[in-house]
């Protein structure tokens, strides 16, 4: 483990592969403890998706792929029994979580690799989901440093920039989406502050984008989710950057609970409202965010922190886990490939045509 905690330090990821063990930082347990498990079953990796021990679109796709390669290693070595058993793991992880779509994007390129390396047998798929896995893993990160690239030219030197949930290294491979854009313009010379959203419920930015900024001495501050509009009111924001867990083909994003609102204000008070995602998080196969199906949690998130209760016993709760931001109050969306502005339908398509070339 030491060798993988060396890793961590230098690439800032919360997830590694470990020799047909999946390692995941505990992000439940961030910033007061950082705790490494492991899982080597479809069983455990859903479970750790669904109880959020790890969160983010791209983070899920990797987790995903590593969790097919995984559970692989322990199915029987007969060729009609191991066929059963990796759709049943295929199916147990990508039903984990429904609005991420990262997460059957990574199933399905398993899948793939399944159906082109079969032929040569049990033992090659094992080898080649493993591949595939690392591939996932090590694409996210350059594209997610791709992204900081691109999108760090669009924030100006000396901003104050407000992000909401976390949308950084630790929701990723590596390096971030939103928080890559941000951490782009810091290694472009840029002097960046960042103003996070706790993002109640979970409260991913008081917790997990001030704990990695604050790792990286970037200059981060974090506020109550209501007081946005106030700072923007008082030209304190400068721009806004989120992520998104899925990207309608329209341009339609869907994000945490809250970012629509955040979107609003924005448009409000003229302030840049960009999102980061790769072109992963874009799926063409819905036409608007009205489509993106969206996740309703546990009760218990609203009503408790930690051990505390919060809320009466008795009183209904709504823990909606995402809203979707419709096309028209996005200023750019940033991919690895290049930006869609305005994002509309041709802007998100054209962006398919464009070719990721590794540094």
Same mark, same amino acid.
């Given at each position: 483990m030491s060798d993988k905690k060396q890793l961590w330090r230098q690439v800032l990821s919360p997830i590694y592969w470990d020799d047909g063990r999946v390692l995941m930082l505990d992000q439940r347990l961030l910033p007061v403890q950082e705790v490494w498990n492991s899982y080597e079953t479809a069983e455990q990796v859903a479970e750790a998706i669904q109880t959020m021990v790890i969160r983010g679109a791209p983070a899920i796709g990797c987790a995903a792929a590593m969790g097919v390669a995984a559970a692989a290693r322990g199915l029987p070595d007969d060729e009609a029994a191991f066929r059963a058993g990796f759709e049943r793991v295929c199916d147990h992880i990508a039903a984990a979580r429904p609005t991420a779509v990262n997460l059957s994007w990574a199933v399905q390129r398993q899948r793939r690799v399944f159906g082109d390396s079969i032929a040569r047998g049990v033992a090659a798929v094992r080898q080649a989901l493993e591949a595939e896995a690392l591939e996932v893993w090590h694409e996210d990160i350059d594209f997610c440093r791709a992204m900081g690239r691109i999108g760090g030219e669009l924030i100006p030197d000396g901003a104050t920039v407000l992000t909401h949930c976390n949308a950084g290294a630790l929701a990723t491979g590596g390096y971030g989406t939103a928080l890559g854009v941000i951490r782009?313009?810091?290694?472009?010379?840029?002097?960046?502050?960042? &103003?996070?959203?706790?993002?109640?419920?979970? &409260?991913?930015?008081?917790?997990?984008? %001030?704990?990695?900024?604050?790792? #990286?001495? /970037?200059?981060?501050?974090?506020?109550?989710?209501? $007081?946005?509009?106030? @700072? $923007?009111?008082?030209? +304190?924001?400068?721009?806004?950057?989120?992520?998104? #867990?899925? /990207?309608?083909?329209?341009?339609?994003? +869907?994000?945490? =609970?809250?970012?629509?609102?955040?979107?609003?204000?924005?448009?409000?008070?003229?302030?840049?409202?960009?999102?980061?995602?790769?072109?992963?998080?874009? #799926?063409?196969?819905? +036409?608007?965010? #009205?489509?993106?199906?969206?996740?309703?949690?546990? %009760?218990?998130?609203?009503?408790?922190?930690?051990?505390?209760? &919060?809320?009466?016993?008795?009183?209904?709760?709504?823990? =909606?886990?995402?809203?979707?931001?419709?096309?028209?109050?996005?200023?750019? /969306? =940033?991919?690895?490939?290049? /930006?869609?502005?305005?994002?509309?339908?041709?802007?998100?398509? +054209?962006?398919?045509? @464009?070719?990721?070339?590794?540094?």
């Open positions: 782009g313009a810091v290694e472009a010379g840029k002097h960046i502050r960042v &103003l996070a959203d706790e993002t109640r419920p979970f &409260l991913q930015g008081a917790r997990l984008t %001030a704990w990695e900024l604050h790792h #990286d001495h /970037i200059d981060v501050t974090v506020i109550c989710d209501n $007081m946005a509009g106030a @700072l $923007m009111q008082k030209h +304190a924001v400068d721009c806004v950057v989120v992520g998104s #867990d899925r /990207i309608a083909a329209n341009g339609d994003v +869907a994000n945490k =609970i809250g970012t629509y609102s955040v979107a609003v204000l924005a448009r409000r008070h003229d302030v840049p409202f960009y999102v980061a995602a790769p072109r992963s998080t874009i #799926d063409l196969h819905i +036409a608007h965010g #009205d489509q993106i199906p969206i996740e309703e949690r546990p %009760a218990r998130e609203v009503t408790h922190v930690g051990q505390t209760q &919060l809320v009466p016993q008795g009183v209904p709760v709504r823990n =909606i886990a995402f809203d979707v931001t419709p096309h028209e109050l996005v200023t750019a /969306i =940033i991919t690895e490939v290049g /930006i869609a502005r305005p994002p509309d339908e041709s802007t998100v398509r +054209a962006l398919f045509d @464009l070719e990721f070339k590794r540094p």
